[in-house]
Nanobody, 127 residues
Framework: QVQIVESGGGLVQPGGPLTLTCVVY????????IAWFRQAPGKEREGLSC????????RYADAIMDRLTISKNNARNIAYLRIDYLKPEDTGRYFC????????????????????WGQGTQITVSA
């Protein structure tokens, strides 16, 4: 059984960086992809970035890609998302998700592809 736990959210001042952590328990092989999504109050869930398990190939959402860095510690099945230059509109709940039995060469930040989700971690950007 795969379980996901996110951490690292909090109250952050505008302009600052923040790194979120996603621990994925229960992965048994490298054939997976991990992604980050967020949901702002009153808005649809938005895909941010994904990374493949074996080759660590990444993909970013166009609108925010210049401020994001996704990375992964394969030995420990931990993924990270660094967000730079935080803005008030980045406020929302950030979710990590895992797609298992993934054999592609490139991941896609489409929520329907992901099988397991964490509960999310809240980021509030405010002065």
């Amino acid at each position: 059984q795969v379980q996901i736990v996110e951490s690292g959210g909090g109250l952050v001042q505008p302009g600052g960086p923040l790194t979120l952590t996603c621990v994925v328990y229960g992965l048994t092989d490298e054939y997976h992809a991990i992604a980050w999504f967020r949901q702002a109050p009153g808005k649809e869930r938005e895909g941010l970035s994904c990374i493949t398990g074996s080759t660590e190939k990444t993909r970013y959402a166009d609108a925010i890609m210049d401020r994001l860095t996704i990375s992964k510690n394969n030995a420990r099945n931990i993924a990270y998302l660094r967000i730079d230059y935080l803005k008030p509109e980045d406020t929302g709940r950030y979710f990590c998700a895992a797609e298992i039995r993934f054999y592609g060469s490139q991941c896609y930040v489409d929520p329907v592809r992901f099988d397991y989700w964490g509960q999310g971690t809240q980021i509030t950007v405010s002065a």
